[in-house]
């Protein structure tokens, strides 16, 4: 069982490195093929794309580290492991996007205060469709490989290149506007809207920028799991009752893609240490199983009853709550 684990564990190690190896690739081809593209027909909203892809690409970089160093075991130094630093790993990407975006913000004001001409405006159109469709495809992928492993860092990365979609698209209606406008009313000026395009790119990065802040932080401050993760946890603790007659203290936190839950539970006083030992393994063992990589504590405790009645004994399930858990548990699995 421990040796399937292991290698199950080293599979999604090294399917969360390939996939955010991916990224970096792909960001700096993009950010090369921007830059050159934006300087070469003076537009500040592909450069503005640039910059962003700039910051996808450093973005890449720190979820492709993250991903390798949450990927090593606990050690001496590191008792619960490293997945936490894939937490914060998604905090300093979002504070990199609240950067990338005032500087976007402070060029695009100035160039709309003082536009200036596109040159050839469809060299702009094509690389942003180009950009759209690389991003479509390796935010699909990280997406993907972020919820089938649980990976904080690369959701973050995924969500960065989504929002890169997003403002591609902008520039590249931007561009298309002035192109096309260019050509139907040659006497017409709309260098402003590149600028313009450039400050709702902007806008969009900082929402970006907030929620992934949010999603990234959460984890560093402890916050518990998900009410339908706890109560599937109770369930699966209930469903051994009556040899479990009761629990308490249940407690949840998360680093990354790693679980910690801990709780007590209440047994006959009379059943033996090695009794006891395989119950708390049998219960850690269904909830790894749902949860796969969970640190699962259990502290065993007494039920002091003279008699196993539920009207008698306080620390009992009685049969009303163990449905009341797994119906609640069926409930919020379903929806």
Not at 53 to 63: M, Q, Y
Not at 77 to 90: L, R
Not at 100 to 122: C, N, T, V
Request: charged residues 20%; contains cysteine.
């Amino acid at each position: 069982m421990r040796q399937k684990m292991e290698s199950s564990a080293a599979n999604i190690n090294k399917r969360k490195s390939e996939v955010a190896l991916l990224s970096v690739i792909s960001n700096t081809a993009l950010v090369i093929l921007k830059i050159t593209t934006g300087l070469m027909i003076g537009s500040v909203s592909v450069i503005s794309e640039a910059v962003h892809s700039g910051v996808d690409l450093l973005a890449a970089l720190i979820a492709f580290l993250a991903v390798k160093v949450a990927g090593k075991p606990a050690d001496e130094n590191h008792h619960f492991g490293h997945n936490k630093v894939e937490n914060i790993s998604g905090v300093v990407e979002a504070l990199l996007i609240f950067l990338a975006a005032g500087w976007i913000l402070f060029e695009a004001y100035k160039r709309l205060m003082d536009p200036e001409q596109i040159d050839s405006p469809g060299w702009g159109v094509a690389v942003m469709l180009i950009s759209s469709g690389a991003n479509i495809f390796v935010s699909q992928r990280l997406f993907c490989v972020g919820k089938e492993t649980d990976s904080v860092a690369l959701q973050a990365d995924a969500w960065h290149l989504r929002t890169d979609i997003y403002t591609s698209s902008g520039v590249m209606a931007g561009l298309a506007i002035i192109w096309i406008g260019e050509l139907l009313f040659p006497r017409a000026d709309l260098h402003w809207v590149d600028p313009l395009v450039a400050i709702g790119v902007a806008l969009l990065i900082l929402k970006a920028a907030w929620r992934l802040t949010m999603e990234s932080a959460k984890d560093l401050m402890d916050v518990s799991l998900p009410e339908d993760e706890e109560e599937c946890i109770r369930k699966y603790i209930t469903v051994f009752a009556p040899t479990v007659r009761g629990f308490h203290r249940l407690r949840t936190r998360k680093a990354g893609s790693s679980r910690f839950v801990e709780f007590h539970v209440r047994v006959d006083p009379t059943m033996s240490v090695d009794e006891s030992h395989r119950i708390s393994d049998m219960i850690a063992d269904a909830i790894k199983l749902q949860y796969p990589g969970t640190t699962v504590t259990v502290h065993i405790e007494p039920c002091n009853c003279a008699l196993a009645h539920e009207d008698t004994c306080g620390c009992l399930l009685s049969q009303d709550e163990r449905k009341a858990v797994l119906k609640k548990a069926s409930n919020l699995s379903s929806e």
